[in-house]
């Protein structure tokens, strides 16, 4: 049977403009996608995931009116639950924004249409995303799931890190706190030069004390992190970071910079460093 001529259901879909979307998987769209977006539109939609768990987020399509800064129409991603969470990025132009997977739960997205000049919009798909992952960005950070509040039992989550063949990778613990004390049986982090569960062993963690930095051999390192089914404390973020910097990066989502180790000092270029006096730079 055939709906009647006047019933329209995908107009209602059409005029959504943001809202809070708690669900573990769906679509967002600017208004009136696929067709144009209307002007002046402010839409933020706050996506939330089950608890323990991230935000995934894939373009589908990606056409916003283009400008050097994106001053003019945007898509603004934060990663957490509100307009003060860190920024993810600020995007605009035909290319696709990369796959983002938020380091909580929850996705904060703003669109923004300026006065005139409208394009197709997006579409994006989101979803709930597990623990650990492949990295392959020059900077990122990552996190146990739920941080910063305790991590859930059972869980298992490795990462995969790769860099470019050149690079090596830098791995920095903001903060740090598992279950456990010397033994570490119950809770723990491993961290490995290469990608497979039998490569090079830089250490097994846990307890309360943070890891010292830990460079990888080559270009690729393996994070793993286990939880028993009981006791679990906050966990850990760290920072997988190279960035070209010869030394440390220092990561902020979207941007970086670099950091020199006691002694050295940061050159010129803003990426090597050499030696100097009395120029300590202390870590994060
Ligand atoms: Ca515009
Ligand atoms: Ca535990």
Redesign the pocket.
Known sequence: EQPPASWTPFSLLKSICGGDVNKDNGQIQSPNYPDDYQ?NKACVWKISVAEGFHVGLSFQSFEI?RHDSCS??YVELRDGASEESPLIGHFCGYEKPDDIKSSSNKLWLKFV??????KAGFSANFFKAACGGFLTKLNGSLSTPGWPKDYPPSKNCVWQLVAPIQYRITLVFDAFETEGNDVCKYDYVEVRSGLSSDSKLHGKFCGAEKPEVITSLHNNMRIEFKSDNTVSKRGFTCSKENGGCQHECVNTFGSYSCQCRSGFMLHDNKHDCKEGKGCIIPLI
């Open positions: 002007s009116e003019y129409d249409s300026d006065g005139s000049v409208n």
